[in-house]
């Protein structure tokens, strides 16, 4: 059997490699995807501790968990698409009318 | 007997008529006014037969009372001084609505008029018929509102609005020394009895205060460097209500301008019943009055003073209405200063300030009606604009000369033949003489007989302007309905007749109120006795009559024959006519100095330094909280990176702190 530290190791790499994107990026989808990336690594986690504990509950939450994050990107998507309809291109940065 | 046990049903049945009237007036001929008429003379009924009772029975006092929390109670009290009051409240209230009928006639506000007006009456009749001086001033808070109300009841004239206004700020006035004067007293028979309350007993019922006299009198306050006396003080307290409400100098000033209500309100309201509830308060509690002698002569001279100053400016008056208002102030200064003589005529006082009282309500409902009558013809309360009304208007002129004739106080001295007014105006005239010669003070002696003459001058003015002579201007006159002349003819005949009828019987029955009460024991709670006083000298009885009819021969003189000429007189470069006309400059006086110079410009020159320190404080924190947002608002870049990079920074922290606690702890 895979040792938990391992689904763990997983878990953090894919975060981290979900946050670099998140931080590096300027693109909105590819920003929305590493979201997706951290939301899964959290999934990893929380599956693993589940089968290792015996314990459906982890599992369950993690199918909730899916199903949010599916909705969180359909409601992502459309913003981006209105944005990009206005404006022509989805940079980030360039979104910044809401500052001071 | 069973009317006795009815008695609730006095102060009841009218407000019973105010609710009905309010709501369903409008679908009722002529405003519901039917509603009230029936009520208040139910209630005339009763109060009739109980005063019958009583007269057949002085000492058979009807008492009725229930509990109503603590140590209060609601209850109901008629002796001899509220049965005649009982009496003459619910008959002049049934006269006047019945007259209202025809002068409100044309007035689309009919049911709100009914319907106040049944408040009013239900209000006084429970102010009168109270047993206890809370639910006494309960009722006088209402019969304000009342006043308040019906003065302000063409609340679309500014100048109605704006005297309800004036009178319910000034009857304030007198109403807060009056509550002081509750809580003082409520305050004190408590430290008498520290603390302890009997079973059983109602505190506030009048026969119980009465019983705490000689205590109130051992309590000394120092105020202002004198030793004043608690009794002194809470007399003092309710005689300011009394003064607020009864218009005596110096809060006379919301009377005259409370004519701006219907003239059904003036005479109802204004001169024959709220206004006498000050006098009645103090007859009221006047074994509490006898014991403080001090206020007594501040009673009696105030009442003097005030008789002879509203006199005064009634002369110059040229609004019919406004004439009568300030002979109404006059006369009250008469009832005013009858109860003042108590220190020396005893409770006589209370007789000839009361029997004065009841014969005044008569005559000055009797001549407001009369002119409300002429108004309600000739549609002006101007006098230099009527004239010769007489001709067009004769039943009219007979009733007001009548009440003229019953006002300026005609009779002849010694008998029991005279107009009402001459009857009970004479007694008070004559005890003023009494307690000039007893204690040598001759000012109430002395105002009092002047105000009866300038009393005769005003009223036979009035008289001849309105009357007599050749009309001033087109009017199309006519005499007034049925409804109008039949009340005025009633209130005539009592006018004339009523004095006459009950002199002597009144005064005893009015003075067996206090037979239970030892008068003497009283007045040496005071420091001083009641002695007998002799017969008056044979000028003295003649005076009133003699200043009567000198002024009813100048009046002759001057406005129906015109032999003495007036333009010289009456012109703004007489100084004592501007003074007058002015009425002494009052209003300027208290508005334009008191409330505008001293008042407001105070409060204006307060304001401006506290808004100085204010305006430092309110700007310096704004200031502050936009320099301190100028410069932190920077962190909001716009840029998701960097709110994303702080959230992993905040999350990174609060990690590591987790875990340095954890190691620590």
Redesign the interface.
Known sequence: MIPLNWYLALSAIVFSIG?YG???HKNGIR?LMCVELMLNSANINLVAFSSYNDDMTGQVFALFSIAIAAAEAAIGFAILMSIYRMRDMID??K?????? | MAMENLAFLIPLLPALAFVLTFFLGKKLPSGGAIIPIIAIAISCVISLSITAGLLANPGHVVTQSVHWFAILNLGILIDPLAAVMLSMVSFVSLLIHIYAVGYMSHDPAKPRYFAETALFTAAMLGLILSDNILQLFVCWELVGLSSYLLIGFWFHKPGAASAAKKAFLTTRIGDVMFLAGIVLLFADIFAILEGKLPEGVYLLQFEEIFKFIPDLVAINSTILGMEVSHLTLVTLLFFGGAVGKSGQFPLHVWLPDAMEGPTTVSALIHAATMVTAGVYLVARTFPMFLAAPGTLMVVAMLGAFTALFAATMGIVMNDLKRVLAFSTISQLGYMVLGLGLGAVIGAEAVGVSMFHLINHAFFKALLFLCAGSVIHAVGTHDMRQLGGVGKVMPITFATMTAAALALAGFGIPGTSIGFSGFLSKDPIIEGAYVFATQTGNWIPYLFAISAAFLTSLYIFRLIFMTFTGKPRSDYGGHESPSSMTIPLATLGVFAVIFGALTRGKFMTFIESNFEHLDMNALAELGGYHLGPHGHEPLLILWMPLIVAVAGLVIAYLIYNKRVIDMSRIVSSENPVYKLLYNRYYQHQIFVEIFSVKIIYEGLALASFYSDKMLDWLVNGTSTFLIEAGDSLRKFQTGVIQDYAAAVVAGVGLLVILVKLIMEVF
Not at chain 1, 95 to 100: F, G, M, Q, V
């Open positions: 946050l998140l931080m590096t920003m980030v940065d979104l910044n009318i809401l500052r001071w």
